[in-house]
Protein backbone atom coordinates (compact mmCIF):
# COMPACT_ATOMS: atom_id res chain seq x y z
CA UNK A 1 0.00 0.00 0.00
CA UNK A 2 0.98 3.52 -0.78
CA UNK A 3 3.60 5.28 1.63
CA UNK A 4 1.04 7.86 2.27
CA UNK A 5 -1.74 6.18 3.27
CA UNK A 6 -0.30 4.75 5.89
CA UNK A 7 1.88 7.85 7.25
CA UNK A 8 -1.66 9.32 6.76
CA UNK A 9 -3.28 6.49 9.22
CA UNK A 10 -0.78 6.45 11.94
CA UNK A 11 -0.64 10.25 12.19
CA UNK A 12 -4.31 9.80 12.85
CA UNK A 13 -3.38 7.09 15.36
CA UNK A 14 -1.24 9.38 17.16
CA UNK A 15 -3.07 12.37 16.97
CA UNK A 16 -0.33 14.32 15.83
CA UNK A 17 1.18 15.03 12.29
CA UNK A 18 4.70 14.00 13.31
CA UNK A 19 5.05 9.94 12.97
CA UNK A 20 8.09 9.85 14.97
CA UNK A 21 8.59 12.96 17.28
CA UNK A 22 12.15 13.51 18.45
CA UNK A 23 13.15 12.32 21.87
CA UNK A 24 12.35 9.23 22.25
CA UNK A 25 14.04 6.71 24.88
CA UNK A 26 14.39 3.18 25.60
CA UNK A 27 12.82 3.62 29.59
CA UNK A 28 9.38 3.23 29.00
CA UNK A 29 9.63 -0.57 28.06
CA UNK A 30 11.87 -1.50 30.57
CA UNK A 31 9.59 -0.15 32.94
CA UNK A 32 7.42 -3.07 32.72
CA UNK A 33 10.17 -5.91 33.05
CA UNK A 34 11.28 -4.75 36.61
CA UNK A 35 9.99 -6.63 39.13
CA UNK A 36 6.72 -6.44 40.78
CA UNK A 37 7.31 -3.72 43.63
CA UNK A 38 5.15 -0.85 43.07
CA UNK A 39 3.74 -1.64 40.02
CA UNK A 40 -0.23 -2.82 41.57
CA UNK A 41 -1.57 -0.03 43.96
CA UNK A 42 -1.59 -1.43 46.64
CA UNK A 43 -3.58 0.40 49.35
CA UNK A 44 -2.84 -1.41 52.66
CA UNK A 45 0.34 -2.04 54.85
CA UNK A 46 1.06 -5.02 53.14
CA UNK A 47 2.27 -3.60 50.00
CA UNK A 48 3.29 -4.95 46.87
CA UNK A 49 7.02 -4.67 48.05
CA UNK A 50 9.84 -6.86 48.77
CA UNK A 51 7.97 -7.99 51.64
CA UNK A 52 5.71 -9.77 49.69
CA UNK A 53 8.00 -10.87 47.47
CA UNK A 54 9.65 -12.91 49.92
CA UNK A 55 6.28 -13.79 51.47
CA UNK A 56 5.60 -16.31 48.54
CA UNK A 57 9.48 -16.97 47.52
CA UNK A 58 9.42 -19.93 50.00
CA UNK A 59 6.40 -21.32 48.14
CA UNK A 60 7.44 -20.66 44.49
CA UNK A 61 11.20 -21.14 45.03
CA UNK A 62 12.16 -24.24 46.20
CA UNK A 63 12.57 -27.40 45.09
CA UNK A 64 12.61 -31.30 45.84
CA UNK A 65 16.04 -33.06 46.30
CA UNK A 66 16.77 -35.59 48.37
CA UNK A 67 13.27 -36.69 49.31
CA UNK A 68 13.01 -33.16 50.77
CA UNK A 69 12.57 -29.32 50.40
CA UNK A 70 15.35 -26.93 50.24
CA UNK A 71 15.92 -23.65 48.68
CA UNK A 72 16.87 -23.56 44.91
CA UNK A 73 21.16 -23.74 44.56
CA UNK A 74 23.09 -23.00 41.50
CA UNK A 75 23.68 -25.18 38.97
CA UNK A 76 27.45 -25.25 40.30
CA UNK A 77 26.82 -28.71 41.87
CA UNK A 78 30.16 -30.68 42.09
CA UNK A 79 29.59 -34.40 42.29
CA UNK A 80 26.07 -34.49 41.61
CA UNK A 81 24.19 -36.07 39.10
CA UNK A 82 21.97 -34.11 36.15
CA UNK A 83 18.71 -34.94 38.10
CA UNK A 84 19.10 -32.08 40.16
CA UNK A 85 18.53 -29.83 37.50
CA UNK A 86 15.08 -30.35 36.06
CA UNK A 87 11.88 -32.77 37.19
CA UNK A 88 10.12 -35.27 36.21
CA UNK A 89 6.62 -34.73 35.61
CA UNK A 90 5.81 -38.52 35.35
CA UNK A 91 6.79 -38.75 39.34
CA UNK A 92 4.52 -36.13 40.43
CA UNK A 93 6.74 -33.15 40.64
CA UNK A 94 5.69 -30.03 39.37
CA UNK A 95 7.42 -27.29 37.45
CA UNK A 96 6.44 -23.74 38.29
CA UNK A 97 8.16 -21.30 36.16
CA UNK A 98 6.24 -22.44 32.12
CA UNK A 99 3.78 -24.71 30.98
CA UNK A 100 2.47 -26.85 30.49
CA UNK A 101 3.79 -28.52 34.09
CA UNK A 102 4.28 -31.74 32.66
CA UNK A 103 7.44 -33.53 31.38
CA UNK A 104 10.84 -32.18 31.88
CA UNK A 105 11.03 -28.56 32.65
CA UNK A 106 13.58 -26.04 31.38
CA UNK A 107 17.26 -25.89 33.32
CA UNK A 108 15.99 -22.84 34.43
CA UNK A 109 13.18 -23.57 36.10
CA UNK A 110 12.38 -25.05 39.95
CA UNK A 111 10.65 -28.19 40.62
CA UNK A 112 8.48 -28.86 43.63
CA UNK A 113 5.80 -31.71 45.49
CA UNK A 114 2.81 -31.83 44.21
CA UNK A 115 0.80 -27.92 44.08
CA UNK A 116 -1.55 -28.52 47.22
CA UNK A 117 0.50 -26.79 49.45
CA UNK A 118 1.66 -24.14 47.56
CA UNK A 119 -2.11 -23.47 46.36
CA UNK A 120 -3.81 -23.37 49.48
CA UNK A 121 -0.99 -20.83 51.34
CA UNK A 122 -1.32 -18.48 47.79
CA UNK A 123 -5.09 -18.52 48.33
CA UNK A 124 -5.23 -17.89 52.17
CA UNK A 125 -2.90 -15.32 51.49
CA UNK A 126 -4.59 -13.43 48.47
CA UNK A 127 -7.53 -13.44 50.76
CA UNK A 128 -5.94 -12.35 53.76
CA UNK A 129 -4.43 -9.61 51.32
CA UNK A 130 -6.79 -8.69 48.89
CA UNK A 131 -5.50 -5.54 48.28
CA UNK A 132 -2.23 -6.95 47.10
CA UNK A 133 -1.95 -6.92 43.45
CA UNK A 134 1.21 -9.18 43.61
CA UNK A 135 -0.49 -11.81 45.81
CA UNK A 136 -3.52 -11.77 44.03
CA UNK A 137 -2.08 -12.59 40.44
CA UNK A 138 0.46 -14.89 41.61
CA UNK A 139 -2.69 -17.04 43.14
CA UNK A 140 -4.58 -16.80 39.61
CA UNK A 141 -1.70 -17.39 37.68
CA UNK A 142 -0.78 -20.98 40.07
CA UNK A 143 -4.34 -21.50 40.16
CA UNK A 144 -4.75 -21.07 36.44
CA UNK A 145 -1.43 -23.53 35.67
CA UNK A 146 -3.32 -26.61 37.28
CA UNK A 147 -6.42 -25.97 35.89
CA UNK A 148 -8.73 -24.49 38.94
CA UNK A 149 -10.05 -21.78 37.17
CA UNK A 150 -13.37 -21.30 39.37
CA UNK A 151 -11.25 -21.09 41.99
CA UNK A 152 -8.82 -18.79 40.35
CA UNK A 153 -12.03 -16.20 39.68
CA UNK A 154 -12.95 -16.66 42.69
CA UNK A 155 -9.67 -14.85 43.79
CA UNK A 156 -9.97 -12.32 40.66
CA UNK A 157 -13.53 -11.50 42.51
CA UNK A 158 -11.97 -10.88 45.65
CA UNK A 159 -9.29 -8.43 44.42
CA UNK A 160 -9.18 -5.28 46.28
CA UNK A 161 -5.92 -4.17 44.63
CA UNK A 162 -6.18 -1.43 41.70
CA UNK A 163 -9.59 -1.75 39.83
CA UNK A 164 -7.56 -1.95 36.37
CA UNK A 165 -5.57 -5.05 37.84
CA UNK A 166 -8.94 -6.79 39.37
CA UNK A 167 -10.03 -6.48 35.78
CA UNK A 168 -7.35 -8.05 33.87
CA UNK A 169 -7.13 -10.87 36.52
CA UNK A 170 -11.04 -11.66 35.72
CA UNK A 171 -10.20 -11.15 31.74
CA UNK A 172 -7.04 -13.38 32.33
CA UNK A 173 -9.26 -15.92 33.97
CA UNK A 174 -12.02 -16.07 31.43
CA UNK A 175 -9.21 -16.49 28.70
CA UNK A 176 -7.70 -19.16 30.36
CA UNK A 177 -10.92 -20.75 30.47
CA UNK A 178 -11.58 -20.76 26.62
CA UNK A 179 -14.23 -17.53 26.54
CA UNK A 180 -11.40 -14.96 24.49
CA UNK A 181 -14.28 -12.98 23.57
CA UNK A 182 -15.72 -12.34 26.95
CA UNK A 183 -12.51 -11.32 28.32
CA UNK A 184 -11.99 -8.58 26.19
CA UNK A 185 -14.05 -6.40 27.16
CA UNK A 186 -12.46 -6.73 30.96
CA UNK A 187 -9.01 -6.34 29.15
CA UNK A 188 -10.00 -3.32 27.50
CA UNK A 189 -11.43 -1.84 30.81
CA UNK A 190 -8.19 -2.50 32.45
CA UNK A 191 -6.02 -1.48 29.70
CA UNK A 192 -7.47 1.72 29.57
CA UNK A 193 -7.26 2.88 33.08
CA UNK A 194 -3.31 1.21 33.52
CA UNK A 195 -0.54 3.19 34.20
CA UNK A 196 1.22 4.20 30.75
CA UNK A 197 4.07 1.63 31.42
CA UNK A 198 2.16 -1.60 31.60
CA UNK A 199 -0.56 -0.45 28.88
CA UNK A 200 2.65 -0.41 26.56
CA UNK A 201 4.14 -3.48 27.05
CA UNK A 202 0.99 -5.35 27.44
CA UNK A 203 -0.03 -3.97 24.15
CA UNK A 204 3.10 -3.69 21.99
CA UNK A 205 2.18 -5.71 19.32
CA UNK A 206 5.78 -4.77 17.51
CA UNK A 207 7.23 -8.18 19.36
CA UNK A 208 5.14 -10.10 16.67
CA UNK A 209 6.25 -8.61 13.51
CA UNK A 210 8.48 -10.48 11.73
CA UNK A 211 10.34 -14.11 12.10
CA UNK A 212 12.26 -15.18 15.01
CA UNK A 213 13.70 -18.39 16.03
CA UNK A 214 12.45 -19.13 19.31
CA UNK A 215 15.11 -22.13 19.70
CA UNK A 216 18.00 -19.59 19.45
CA UNK A 217 20.05 -20.02 22.21
CA UNK A 218 21.92 -17.14 21.97
CA UNK A 219 19.31 -15.06 23.96
CA UNK A 220 18.72 -12.45 20.73
CA UNK A 221 15.53 -11.13 20.88
CA UNK A 222 13.34 -10.61 17.18
CA UNK A 223 14.99 -8.18 14.67
CA UNK A 224 11.53 -5.79 15.28
CA UNK A 225 12.36 -5.59 18.69
CA UNK A 226 15.39 -4.74 18.43
CA UNK A 227 14.39 -1.70 15.52
CA UNK A 228 11.46 -0.52 18.03
CA UNK A 229 13.10 -0.46 21.43
CA UNK A 230 13.73 2.97 21.64
CA UNK A 231 10.30 4.29 20.54
CA UNK A 232 8.65 6.40 22.94
CA UNK A 233 5.21 4.67 24.18
CA UNK A 234 3.39 6.74 21.43
CA UNK A 235 5.44 5.35 18.68
CA UNK A 236 4.86 1.70 19.55
CA UNK A 237 1.27 2.46 20.52
CA UNK A 238 0.40 3.92 17.36
CA UNK A 239 2.31 1.29 15.29
CA UNK A 240 0.59 -1.09 17.34
CA UNK A 241 -2.82 -0.09 16.20
CA UNK A 242 -2.03 -0.32 12.56
CA UNK A 243 -0.92 -3.80 13.18
CA UNK A 244 -3.53 -5.00 15.60
CA UNK A 245 -6.05 -4.15 12.83
CA UNK A 246 -4.14 -5.99 9.96
CA UNK A 247 -4.07 -9.10 13.59
CA UNK A 248 -7.51 -9.33 13.82
CA UNK A 249 -8.55 -13.15 12.42
CA UNK A 250 -12.39 -11.75 11.83
CA UNK A 251 -13.15 -8.33 10.58
CA UNK A 252 -17.03 -9.63 10.33
CA UNK A 253 -17.20 -10.80 14.21
CA UNK A 254 -16.59 -7.79 16.84
CA UNK A 255 -13.84 -7.37 18.90
CA UNK A 256 -10.43 -8.20 18.51
CA UNK A 257 -9.34 -11.83 20.00
CA UNK A 258 -5.59 -11.70 18.90
CA UNK A 259 -5.24 -8.56 20.72
CA UNK A 260 -6.99 -9.71 23.83
CA UNK A 261 -5.24 -13.26 23.96
CA UNK A 262 -1.86 -10.86 23.13
CA UNK A 263 -3.13 -8.83 26.26
CA UNK A 264 -3.08 -12.38 28.40
CA UNK A 265 0.36 -13.80 27.58
CA UNK A 266 1.79 -10.38 28.78
CA UNK A 267 0.15 -11.14 32.17
CA UNK A 268 1.39 -14.52 31.72
CA UNK A 269 5.25 -13.25 30.78
CA UNK A 270 4.69 -10.90 33.59
CA UNK A 271 4.05 -13.59 36.29
CA UNK A 272 6.93 -15.73 35.40
CA UNK A 273 9.39 -12.41 35.27
CA UNK A 274 7.91 -11.51 38.83
CA UNK A 275 8.49 -15.30 39.96
CA UNK A 276 12.15 -15.14 38.44
CA UNK A 277 12.75 -11.37 39.83
CA UNK A 278 12.00 -13.26 43.23
CA UNK A 279 14.26 -15.88 42.91
CA UNK A 280 17.55 -16.08 44.99
CA UNK A 281 20.14 -17.52 42.13
CA UNK A 282 22.23 -15.20 40.47
CA UNK A 283 20.79 -12.77 38.28
CA UNK A 284 19.49 -13.17 34.67
CA UNK A 285 21.90 -13.06 31.74
CA UNK A 286 21.64 -9.80 29.54
CA UNK A 287 19.06 -10.29 27.67
CA UNK A 288 17.40 -12.71 29.47
CA UNK A 289 14.00 -10.96 30.15
CA UNK A 290 13.35 -10.26 26.52
CA UNK A 291 14.14 -13.01 25.08
CA UNK A 292 11.74 -14.90 27.38
CA UNK A 293 8.86 -12.43 27.21
CA UNK A 294 9.35 -12.49 23.46
CA UNK A 295 8.95 -16.72 23.19
CA UNK A 296 5.90 -16.14 25.63
CA UNK A 297 3.93 -13.58 23.79
CA UNK A 298 4.54 -14.44 20.15
CA UNK A 299 3.22 -18.06 20.87
CA UNK A 300 1.56 -18.22 24.32
CA UNK A 301 1.18 -21.42 26.41
CA UNK A 302 4.51 -23.86 26.68
CA UNK A 303 2.61 -26.41 25.18
CA UNK A 304 4.52 -28.72 23.16
CA UNK A 305 8.70 -28.89 23.26
CA UNK A 306 11.84 -30.51 21.74
CA UNK A 307 14.84 -32.35 22.11
CA UNK A 308 17.50 -30.21 20.36
CA UNK A 309 21.05 -31.89 21.80
CA UNK A 310 22.71 -33.21 24.56
CA UNK A 311 23.57 -30.98 27.20
CA UNK A 312 27.32 -31.91 28.10
CA UNK A 313 28.09 -33.17 31.60
CA UNK A 314 24.83 -34.13 32.39
CA UNK A 315 23.79 -36.46 29.62
CA UNK A 316 20.21 -35.04 29.30
CA UNK A 317 18.87 -33.01 26.35
CA UNK A 318 18.22 -29.86 25.92
CA UNK A 319 14.50 -29.14 26.07
CA UNK A 320 13.14 -26.00 23.97
CA UNK A 321 9.17 -25.40 24.17
CA UNK A 322 8.07 -24.84 20.94
CA UNK A 323 4.03 -23.71 21.88
CA UNK A 324 2.32 -25.53 18.76
CA UNK A 325 -1.21 -26.45 19.71
CA UNK A 326 -2.10 -22.80 20.86
CA UNK A 327 -0.19 -21.15 17.92
CA UNK A 328 -1.22 -22.58 14.62
CA UNK A 329 -2.19 -19.34 12.67
CA UNK A 330 -0.14 -16.27 11.73
CA UNK A 331 -2.87 -12.99 11.91
CA UNK A 332 -0.10 -10.45 11.56
CA UNK A 333 0.86 -9.92 8.07
CA UNK A 334 4.48 -10.04 6.83
CA UNK A 335 5.68 -6.13 6.99
CA UNK A 336 8.37 -4.52 8.21
CA UNK A 337 7.61 -2.19 11.48
CA UNK A 338 10.09 0.45 10.08
CA UNK A 339 7.63 1.58 7.35
CA UNK A 340 4.44 -0.28 7.83
CA UNK A 341 3.43 -0.27 4.00
CA UNK A 342 2.60 -3.38 1.70
CA UNK A 343 1.20 -6.04 4.57
CA UNK A 344 1.20 -9.78 3.02
CA UNK A 345 -0.52 -12.79 4.97
CA UNK A 346 0.61 -16.36 4.91
CA UNK A 347 -2.09 -18.13 7.05
CA UNK A 348 -0.48 -21.15 8.86
CA UNK A 349 2.40 -20.19 10.92
CA UNK A 350 5.63 -21.96 11.54
CA UNK A 351 7.82 -22.12 14.35
CA UNK A 352 9.52 -18.77 13.28
CA UNK A 353 5.98 -16.87 13.18
CA UNK A 354 4.07 -15.79 16.20
CA UNK A 355 1.23 -17.59 16.05
CA UNK A 356 -2.36 -17.99 17.87
CA UNK A 357 -5.40 -20.61 17.55
CA UNK A 358 -9.05 -19.15 17.70
CA UNK A 359 -11.63 -20.92 19.36
CA UNK A 360 -13.41 -20.77 15.68
CA UNK A 361 -10.99 -23.30 13.87
CA UNK A 362 -9.79 -24.75 11.96
CA UNK A 363 -8.78 -22.03 9.60
CA UNK A 364 -8.22 -22.85 5.95
CA UNK A 365 -6.62 -20.61 3.56
CA UNK A 366 -8.65 -20.48 0.85
CA UNK A 367 -8.23 -19.15 -2.75
CA UNK A 368 -10.06 -15.79 -4.29
CA UNK A 369 -10.29 -13.94 -6.97
CA UNK A 370 -11.15 -10.22 -6.72
CA UNK A 371 -11.71 -7.92 -9.29
CA UNK A 372 -12.76 -3.75 -9.41
CA UNK A 373 -14.62 -1.52 -11.14
CA UNK A 374 -16.03 1.99 -10.99
CA UNK A 375 -19.70 3.18 -10.75
CA UNK A 376 -19.82 7.13 -11.03
CA UNK A 377 -17.44 8.02 -7.91
CA UNK A 378 -17.42 4.64 -6.44
CA UNK A 379 -15.48 1.40 -6.62
CA UNK A 380 -17.22 -1.61 -6.76
CA UNK A 381 -15.31 -4.83 -5.99
CA UNK A 382 -16.61 -7.99 -6.84
CA UNK A 383 -15.19 -11.44 -5.18
CA UNK A 384 -15.83 -15.17 -5.02
CA UNK A 385 -13.90 -17.32 -2.82
CA UNK A 386 -14.05 -21.17 -2.80
CA UNK A 387 -13.91 -24.71 -0.27
CA UNK A 388 -13.71 -26.86 -2.94
CA UNK A 389 -10.88 -29.57 -2.29
CA UNK A 390 -10.62 -27.86 1.43
CA UNK A 391 -10.85 -29.99 4.53
CA UNK A 392 -13.64 -27.97 5.24
CA UNK A 393 -16.20 -28.64 1.83
CA UNK A 394 -19.72 -29.22 2.34
CA UNK A 395 -19.68 -27.34 5.75
CA UNK A 396 -20.91 -24.00 4.03
CA UNK A 397 -23.91 -23.57 6.53
CA UNK A 398 -23.25 -19.91 7.98
CA UNK A 399 -23.32 -16.85 6.03
CA UNK A 400 -20.46 -15.75 4.39
CA UNK A 401 -18.54 -11.97 4.17
CA UNK A 402 -16.81 -10.27 2.63
CA UNK A 403 -15.45 -6.95 4.50
CA UNK A 404 -13.51 -3.89 3.39
CA UNK A 405 -11.68 -2.10 6.24
CA UNK A 406 -9.62 1.16 5.30
CA UNK A 407 -8.63 1.88 8.67
CA UNK A 408 -8.70 0.57 12.66
CA UNK A 409 -12.23 0.13 13.57
CA UNK A 410 -14.02 1.20 10.11
CA UNK A 411 -15.12 -1.42 7.90
CA UNK A 412 -17.06 0.85 5.20
CA UNK A 413 -18.57 -2.76 3.58
CA UNK A 414 -19.38 -5.76 5.25
CA UNK A 415 -21.56 -7.77 2.94
CA UNK A 416 -23.11 -11.22 2.98
CA UNK A 417 -22.20 -13.52 0.09
CA UNK A 418 -24.43 -15.28 -2.73
CA UNK A 419 -24.54 -18.94 -1.95
CA UNK A 420 -26.50 -20.07 -4.87
CA UNK A 421 -23.04 -21.74 -5.52
CA UNK A 422 -23.05 -23.74 -2.52
CA UNK A 423 -19.28 -24.45 -2.01
CA UNK A 424 -18.32 -20.55 -3.90
CA UNK A 425 -19.87 -17.69 -2.53
CA UNK A 426 -19.76 -14.19 -4.53
CA UNK A 427 -19.67 -11.20 -3.14
CA UNK A 428 -20.34 -7.28 -4.44
CA UNK A 429 -19.74 -4.87 -2.36
CA UNK A 430 -19.18 -1.06 -3.32
CA UNK A 431 -17.45 1.64 -1.73
CA UNK A 432 -15.32 4.83 -1.55
CA UNK A 433 -12.60 4.17 -4.34
CA UNK A 434 -9.59 3.92 -1.31
CA UNK A 435 -7.20 1.39 -0.44
CA UNK A 436 -8.73 -1.55 1.64
CA UNK A 437 -7.44 -4.79 3.73
CA UNK A 438 -10.29 -7.28 2.10
CA UNK A 439 -10.72 -9.68 4.12
CA UNK A 440 -13.31 -12.75 2.86
CA UNK A 441 -14.53 -15.03 5.35
CA UNK A 442 -15.99 -18.14 5.39
CA UNK A 443 -17.75 -19.16 8.41
CA UNK A 444 -18.47 -23.05 8.88
CA UNK A 445 -19.48 -25.68 11.18
CA UNK A 446 -15.96 -27.49 10.19
CA UNK A 447 -14.04 -24.37 10.44
CA UNK A 448 -13.29 -20.76 8.79
CA UNK A 449 -12.40 -20.25 5.37
CA UNK A 450 -10.17 -17.37 5.13
CA UNK A 451 -8.23 -14.98 3.11
CA UNK A 452 -6.97 -11.51 3.27
CA UNK A 453 -5.11 -8.82 1.14
CA UNK A 454 -4.52 -5.18 0.41
CA UNK A 455 -6.64 -4.22 -2.40
CA UNK A 456 -5.62 -0.59 -4.08
CA UNK A 457 -8.25 1.99 -5.99
CA UNK A 458 -8.20 1.85 -9.97
CA UNK A 459 -7.49 5.21 -10.94
CA UNK A 460 -10.10 7.91 -10.61
CA UNK A 461 -9.35 10.07 -14.13
CA UNK A 462 -11.12 8.62 -17.14
CA UNK A 463 -10.15 6.53 -19.56
CA UNK A 464 -9.45 3.55 -17.22
CA UNK A 465 -9.54 0.31 -17.17
CA UNK A 466 -10.95 -2.53 -14.79
CA UNK A 467 -9.54 -5.64 -14.05
CA UNK A 468 -9.63 -8.46 -15.62
CA UNK A 469 -12.74 -10.97 -14.19
CA UNK A 470 -12.52 -14.95 -15.02
CA UNK A 471 -16.14 -16.69 -15.41
CA UNK A 472 -17.74 -19.62 -16.26
CA UNK A 473 -18.16 -19.90 -19.68
CA UNK A 474 -21.12 -22.15 -19.10
CA UNK A 475 -22.82 -19.00 -18.13
CA UNK A 476 -24.77 -16.32 -20.57
CA UNK A 477 -22.39 -14.41 -21.59
CA UNK A 478 -22.43 -11.42 -19.05
CA UNK A 479 -22.74 -7.61 -20.33
CA UNK A 480 -22.88 -6.29 -16.61
CA UNK A 481 -20.63 -6.47 -13.39
CA UNK A 482 -23.40 -8.26 -11.52
CA UNK A 483 -23.83 -10.76 -14.36
CA UNK A 484 -20.23 -11.16 -14.49
CA UNK A 485 -19.99 -11.26 -10.60
CA UNK A 486 -22.87 -14.22 -10.53
CA UNK A 487 -20.58 -16.53 -12.96
CA UNK A 488 -17.18 -15.57 -11.56
CA UNK A 489 -14.36 -18.65 -10.65
CA UNK A 490 -13.79 -18.58 -7.08
CA UNK A 491 -9.82 -19.31 -8.38
CA UNK A 492 -7.73 -18.39 -10.95
CA UNK A 493 -6.31 -22.07 -10.80
CA UNK A 494 -7.67 -23.37 -13.54
CA UNK A 495 -7.97 -26.99 -15.20
CA UNK A 496 -5.85 -27.67 -18.25
CA UNK A 497 -7.90 -27.92 -21.29
CA UNK A 498 -10.53 -25.95 -19.96
CA UNK A 499 -12.30 -23.11 -21.34
CA UNK A 500 -12.42 -19.51 -19.70
CA UNK A 501 -14.56 -16.32 -19.94
CA UNK A 502 -12.68 -13.04 -19.52
CA UNK A 503 -15.02 -9.88 -18.51
CA UNK A 504 -13.96 -6.07 -18.22
CA UNK A 505 -14.93 -2.45 -18.64
CA UNK A 506 -13.32 0.13 -20.19
CA UNK A 507 -13.89 4.10 -18.84
CA UNK A 508 -14.17 7.11 -20.87
CA UNK A 509 -14.83 6.08 -24.07
CA UNK A 510 -15.64 8.69 -26.38
CA UNK A 511 -18.81 8.18 -28.84
CA UNK A 512 -18.36 6.91 -31.65
CA UNK A 513 -14.83 5.55 -30.83
CA UNK A 514 -13.56 1.97 -32.48
CA UNK A 515 -11.86 0.27 -29.59
CA UNK A 516 -8.80 -1.67 -30.64
CA UNK A 517 -7.99 -5.35 -28.32
CA UNK A 518 -4.96 -6.74 -28.06
CA UNK A 519 -5.60 -9.80 -25.38
CA UNK A 520 -1.99 -12.28 -24.40
CA UNK A 521 -0.93 -15.30 -22.77
CA UNK A 522 2.84 -14.72 -21.14
CA UNK A 523 4.53 -17.20 -19.81
CA UNK A 524 6.96 -16.38 -16.12
CA UNK A 525 10.00 -16.43 -18.05
CA UNK A 526 8.91 -14.14 -21.53
CA UNK A 527 7.06 -14.76 -24.50
CA UNK A 528 3.63 -15.96 -25.23
CA UNK A 529 2.02 -19.31 -25.18
CA UNK A 530 2.09 -21.14 -28.88
CA UNK A 531 -2.02 -20.77 -29.26
CA UNK A 532 -4.46 -18.94 -27.65
CA UNK A 533 -8.02 -20.01 -28.74
CA UNK A 534 -11.12 -17.70 -28.82
CA UNK A 535 -14.77 -19.08 -28.56
CA UNK A 536 -17.27 -18.02 -31.19
CA UNK A 537 -20.23 -19.59 -32.04
CA UNK A 538 -19.18 -22.58 -30.68
CA UNK A 539 -16.24 -22.65 -32.98
CA UNK A 540 -12.29 -21.81 -31.52
CA UNK A 541 -10.33 -19.11 -33.76
CA UNK A 542 -6.93 -19.69 -33.06
CA UNK A 543 -3.75 -17.17 -32.88
CA UNK A 544 -0.11 -17.54 -32.36
CA UNK A 545 -0.48 -16.53 -28.53
CA UNK A 546 -1.97 -13.26 -29.23
CA UNK A 547 -5.67 -12.68 -30.41
CA UNK A 548 -6.22 -9.08 -31.87
CA UNK A 549 -9.45 -7.27 -33.10
CA UNK A 550 -11.29 -4.31 -33.32
CA UNK A 551 -15.36 -3.39 -32.48
CA UNK A 552 -17.64 0.11 -32.11
CA UNK A 553 -17.30 1.44 -28.86
CA UNK A 554 -19.81 2.28 -26.56
CA UNK A 555 -19.68 6.04 -24.67
CA UNK A 556 -18.71 6.34 -21.38
CA UNK A 557 -18.62 2.84 -19.90
CA UNK A 558 -18.26 -0.01 -22.32
CA UNK A 559 -18.54 -3.81 -21.06
CA UNK A 560 -16.88 -6.53 -22.93
CA UNK A 561 -16.22 -10.50 -22.38
CA UNK A 562 -14.70 -13.07 -24.55
CA UNK A 563 -14.65 -16.87 -24.12
CA UNK A 564 -11.09 -18.63 -23.96
CA UNK A 565 -10.14 -21.96 -25.33
CA UNK A 566 -7.13 -22.93 -22.94
CA UNK A 567 -6.67 -26.58 -24.65
CA UNK A 568 -2.86 -27.39 -25.79
CA UNK A 569 -2.27 -24.47 -23.04
CA UNK A 570 0.57 -26.70 -20.29
CA UNK A 571 0.44 -26.79 -16.86
CA UNK A 572 2.34 -23.79 -14.82
CA UNK A 573 1.75 -20.22 -14.00
CA UNK A 574 1.21 -17.15 -16.66
CA UNK A 575 -0.44 -14.02 -16.84
CA UNK A 576 -3.42 -13.01 -18.98
CA UNK A 577 -2.46 -9.58 -20.28
CA UNK A 578 -5.29 -7.04 -22.49
CA UNK A 579 -4.34 -4.02 -23.89
CA UNK A 580 -7.50 -1.62 -24.78
CA UNK A 581 -6.91 1.57 -27.27
CA UNK A 582 -9.01 3.56 -29.53
CA UNK A 583 -7.38 6.58 -31.78
CA UNK A 584 -6.01 9.12 -29.96
CA UNK A 585 -5.57 6.54 -26.69
CA UNK A 586 -2.28 4.99 -25.49
CA UNK A 587 -2.65 1.43 -25.09
CA UNK A 588 -4.59 0.50 -21.57
CA UNK A 589 -3.62 -2.22 -19.80
CA UNK A 590 -4.07 -4.90 -17.72
CA UNK A 591 -2.88 -7.81 -16.11
CA UNK A 592 -4.53 -10.80 -14.46
CA UNK A 593 -1.92 -13.90 -12.66
CA UNK A 594 -3.12 -17.44 -13.32
CA UNK A 595 -2.26 -20.42 -13.21
CA UNK A 596 -3.35 -24.01 -15.35
CA UNK A 597 -2.95 -27.10 -13.40
Known sequence: ????????????????????????????????????????????????STDAINHVRLLLHTRYRDGGLSLYRPLVNQGRSGLDLYCDGGRGFICHGGDPDAGFCNL?????????????????????????????????????????????????????????????????????????????????????????????????????????DERNASLVPPD??????????????????????????????????????????????????????????????????????????????????????????????????????????????DVDVDHLQDPVWHLDASIKDEGYTPDEGPFVSVPVQLARFLVGDSMEVAAAGTL??????????????????????????????????KETPVFLARAAPRDYVVSVELITSKGVGWHRQLL?????????????????????????????SD?????????????????????????GATLQFDLSLERPSGGLVAHLGRLLSGRSQEAPGRLTWSEPGNAGTDSRAVALDLRGIDSGDYTLVLRVSWPGQAPLERRRPLTVD
Open 1 to 48: MRAATWTRILAACLGTAALFPAGAGAAAREVAFAGAAASWGASSSFRD
Open 108 to 212: DVNCHLPEGHMIDVLKRSAKEYPESGFLTGQAVYALIKFARNVEAMQVADGCRAARWWCEALKGYVLDSDGHTREAEPHLKVAMAAAPDSIRCAYTDATWLVGEW
Open 224 to 333: QYRKTKDWTCKQREAASKILWWWADPLYSVPGNERWAEHVVRSMSARFAAEIRAASPRQPAPRGYTAYMWARRVRRGPWDSWEHLRSLRGYGIGTLVWTSVPKARYHFMP
Open 388 to 421: AGSPIVGALDHEPRLVLSDRPGSFPAVVAGDRTR
Open 456 to 484: SPLPDTAPALSDLLLYDPGAPEPSTVKAA
Open 487 to 511: AMLGSTTLQKGAHVGVFWETYGVPA
